[in-house]
């Protein structure tokens, strides 16, 4: 595959990408500085469930949801290869998917003259514990970097191996996160509509090579399609368990003043390249406004497109930096000036500062919670390690449930993972209560019992600080 109208790359774009990588690292790192282990819940039950594709040898085992297994299974065999430790995985590798997101980015976007511009607003992309991003590793952060490579692929090539890369990247996006491949869809249908006038063999093309992969889970997702078509033709009430962020704060308001300079100039410039990026925005922003103003869409599109559109604004941001680096004064102020250039760039200079230092401090102060602390990974470590398999069920503070299987391959009772529900309350009834409603162990079949409040049971067995063993 040729690639037309190859740009080379300037030399001094290699040195001002190093500290935006650097950046793009540092900021995914945050959750991570000072906690070794994944901190959103979605990390705990993703680590789980990559761990029990391995031990099952196939993608049909009990909990395990279809449309998400590429991504466990990507994740199972690169440990299994790699021997990294899935705390290192999970603690490191956010960071280097982020900085792989970013260059694509700068792959996209260099063709039309903004690619540093553009990769250094994708790295202010927040992750919050409410809508996520790229700073954990999961489903939609590894999807992220597909999108800016497929708008690369439909912007810049019309040959079928271009239509068969897509296909195959909209196949992945499917296996391991559907949500981002719809996403996918929508943000590159306005570059689809635009080229039907003049290029109507690529428009098909793309639209192949989108729309095909989704006629392949058919059967698994068929059951799907009432409730989906229900949610969009009926309101739905907003969550309440997510505190949801006010994205124009979250992600700057700097950022965001380059986001609108970068949409005037671009549609000044014109073209469906430039259309394409400014109306995919737009059809996400409408789905945005339509799911938070009159409740009609999927919960879950409303959620993760929060993301998607702040990595297009960044795009576009780039093309405002780039405006204001390479903006003419007229003549006669030019000679006023003496050294125009020179003015242009420390203003430019000047607002990247700015920018990062109104941003960076936001993104530092970002509260998230930790599921489990030193003590309690240590405990679930020798839990896996020495307690055999006889003992498969337990019962533990239900917040900490998810990270207990994860770690041990063990059974629990309950578990929390967005709300509080009834059994978790009986798990914090038993356990406040000394553990002693042995009948209640036995009907449930718990054979292990993990808390730091002790247990007052004769049938328990403390066999290691705060783990009991019900005696047979």
């Not at 000072?34 to 705990?44: A, F, M, Q």
């Not at 690619?115 to 700073?135: H, K, S």
């Not at 019309?158 to 890369?165: E, P, V």
């Not at 997510?242 to 005037?264: A, N, R």
């Amino acid at each position: 595959m040729t690639l037309p109208n190859v740009q080379k790359i300037p030399k001094s774009d290699y040195l001002i990408l190093l500290p935006i990588m650097a950046l793009a690292f540092y900021l995914a790192f945050i959750p991570h500085l000072n906690y070794p282990y994944p901190v959103h819940v979605d990390e705990w039950v993703h680590l789980a469930s990559s761990k029990a594709l391995m031990r099952a040898g196939g993608v049909t085992f009990p909990g395990s949801f279809l449309l998400e297994v590429g991504f466990h299974l990507f994740w199972g065999v690169f440990q299994t290869i790699s021997g990294i430790s899935w705390m290192d995985i999970f603690r490191y590798f956010p960071s280097i998917i982020f900085i792989i997101t970013t260059l694509s980015v700068y792959i996209l976007a260099q063709r039309e003259g903004f690619g540093w511009e553009a990769a250094l607003f994708t790295c202010l992309i927040p992750t919050t514990v409410g809508i996520l991003g790229p700073a954990f590793l999961l489903p939609m952060a590894m999807g992220l970097l597909f999108i800016p490579l497929s708008l690369f692929l439909a912007f810049n090539f019309r040959t079928g191996w271009a239509y068969l890369t897509l296909f195959i990247f909209t196949c992945f996006l499917l296996t391991i996160h559907a949500p981002t491949a719809v996403g996918l869809v929508i943000i590159l249908v306005p570059y689809i509509l635009l080229n039907l006038k003049g290029s109507f063999k690529h428009s098909l093309g793309l639209t192949l090579a989108l729309i095909i992969p989704f006629l392949a889970p058919f059967p698994w997702i068929f059951h799907m399609l009432l409730p989906t078509a229900e949610s969009l033709l009926s309101p739905q009430p907003l969550p309440t368990y997510i505190d949801l962020p006010q994205v124009v704060k979250t992600y700057g308001y700097l950022p965001i003043m380059f986001y609108l300079l970068g949409t005037f100039l671009l549609a000044i410039k014109g073209g469906n390249k430039n259309y394409g990026l400014i109306f995919g925005l737009l059809a996400l922003l409408v789905m945005l406004v339509v799911y938070y103003t009159f409740h009609y869409g999927v919960e879950i599109m409303y959620f993760r497109s929060l993301t998607y559109m702040m990595l297009l604004m960044g795009i576009v941001a780039g093309a405002g930096l780039m405006g204001v680096r390479k903006f003419r004064l007229p003549v006669r102020f030019s000679a006023w000036l003496k050294a125009p250039l020179i003015i242009q760039n420390i203003l430019c200079l000047a607002l990247i500062a700015l920018t990062l230092i109104m941003v960076i401090p936001e993104r530092q102060d970002t509260p998230y919670y930790h599921m489990i602390d030193r003590e309690d990974y240590e405990a679930f470590v020798w839990i896996k390690d020495n307690v055999d398999e006889g003992y498969d069920k337990a019962i533990l503070d239900p917040w900490k449930a998810t990270a207990f299987t994860a770690v041990t391959e063990k059974e629990i009772y309950t578990r929390i993972h967005t709300a509080p529900t009834a059994k978790d309350n009986e798990a914090y009834a038993f356990l406040n209560n000394g553990c002693t409603n042995t009948t209640f162990l036995r009907e449930n079949g718990i054979s292990i019992v993990y808390t730091k409040k002790g247990c007052q049971n004769p049938d328990l067995v403390e066999v290691r600080k705060n783990v009991y063993l019900l005696r047979e």
